[in-house]
């Protein structure tokens, strides 16, 4: 899953606000791991989420990046 957006935060930011959103519609959430990483050059935060919802268990391994360009989530 890829999400784009226009809008610009740091890579803190927009990390923070995915935990939110995430918590908003999984029953629950726990971050596993959450660094800063450097890919091409660039700072991004690699996060391992466990969720569980409707009682299926998952685990997301993401990463964060935003710019003056824009942002994005894998």
Known sequence: LVISEEAGFDAEGLFQIAMENMKES?????????????????????????????????????YYFSGEKGSIQF
Do not use: M, Q, Y
């Open 26 to 62: 999984v029953d629950e959430l726990k971050v596993l791991s959450a660094d800063v990483r450097k890919v091409n050059g660039k700072d991004c935060i690699s996060a391992v989420v466990k969720t569980k919802t409707k009682g299926l268990p998952l685990i997301f391994h993401s």
